[in-house]
């Protein structure tokens, strides 16, 4: 009856949030409008375009982010207005986010700031600049980022999702003013934007009313991928003894987001969940992994994902060890326990894991800015956004059966993308990582 009781509970607390599906118009002007509605007492208002850095190209690699910079500059200007700002880069998208208890106000920064191309020589200097350090300090400092988008340039390489989303040194130092304009200019167009709104007490009629009278797109045609971004199994690795850990990952193709295992992949990613040897509560999740790496003390932190693109997805999983002479046992285990979901996950840690992938979605779309990023990306791969209890209803629909099918088709015996960085000496060949994909049956 307790258990019974918490279900009921854990239901109705992250339904009564945001089960409403969001509502959407497609203007004459060929932008999409669109509103969901959260608990925040006040109205996110953000203009999300199809473009981040997949649309750029080895030489303006970075641009999205000093034009994101650009819009956040004024935050001064913004807060004397009432206006919080928020701008994110994503692999297919860029968003623009205002925040106030005033529409028209977020509307008109949103129009002056991304839509005016108005950028003079010394903000793109001082811009360029604190972009360029930014991104100085992600390489210096944060590895396990820095192995993630190394993944993803060995594992789409010389296709758009190769190019990283903070850009490289290399490309900012030689990016110029006009870089950004024609950027801006080719992707910032109604036909490949789409305005989102969220908040408690925003109507859609009065948005899409208020949107048309003060948001001038520029027309053009949407701007088109030269190539289809698709997987290839290899790796990238950066020895480097001098740091104190190695931080590595692995992946298999995953699924894009028009896929019908798009759910599936994230529930399989969960049956492994995330570990921090730090946090006592880490380790006590029933998890099968968790339970061995945590006795052989093998690793710090581990973290499985389910990540999904237009064309194509990694499904995979990243690690920190200080443990670095027993990265090849830490593979094993982990690869071993992928085999398990094609022959033998059970019904328990199914369900456990859905419980736990509805926690952190619900958790996720509490939030105005990641609800506009969530509908603004989806609605751009031409992929329908779903309401938080459709979700809930596609994730609880998921059985052992369907686990079994997506790891059959996506895991088993597939190639693989690694990459790694620090003391990785044990990170063994890629031929050896290759054959635990699979195991012998009979």
Known sequence: MLRASTQSLFK??????????ATVTKLSNGVTVATQPSTSPVSSVGVVFGSGASAENPYNNGVSQVLSNVFIKDDLKAVSKGLQL?????????????????????????????????????????????????????????????????????AFQNTPLALPTVGTVESLINLEKSDLLDFASSQYVGSNAIVVGSGSNLKHDELV?????????????????????????????????????????IAAEGVPLSSPYYYVSQVAAKVFGDYVATEP??????????????????????????????DSGLWGFSAETSNFVQIDDLVHFTLKQWNRLTISVTDLEVSRAKQSLKLQIASELNSNAKIINEIGSKSLASVESKSLDEIFEAIDAISVKDIKTFA?????????AISGAGQIEDLFDYGRIRNEMSMMRW
Request: aromatic share 10%.
């Open 281 to 310: 509560l880490s380790r006590l999740q029933g998890i099968k992994l968790i339970d061995q790496v945590n006795e052989y003390g093998i690793v710090d932190k581990y973290s499985h994902f389910s990540k999904s693109y237009k």
């Open 86 to 154: 928020e701008s994110f880069v994503g692999k297919e998208y860029q968003s623009f986010i205002s925040t106030s208890s005033s529409i028209d106000a977020s509307l008109e920064f949103l129009q002056s700031e991304i839509l005016s191309n108005e950028i003079s020589d010394s903000v793109f200097s001082s811009l360029k600049e604190q972009t360029l350090k930014a991104t100085e300090n992600y390489e210096t400092n944060n590895h396990q980022g820095r192995v993630l988008q190394h993944l993803h340039a060995a």
């Open 12 to 21: 109705r607390t992250f339904t009564s949030q945001t089960s409403a599906k």
């Open 408 to 416: 059959s088709e996506h895991l088993w015996d597939r190639d693989i």
């Open 209 to 249: 009313s208020k949107v048309e009278k003060l948001l001038k797109f520029s027309n053009g045609a949407k701007p088109e991928l030269t190539k289809k971004s698709t997987f290839l199994g290899s790796e990238i690795r950066l020895r480097d003894d001098t740091l104190p850990k190695a931080w590595f990952s």
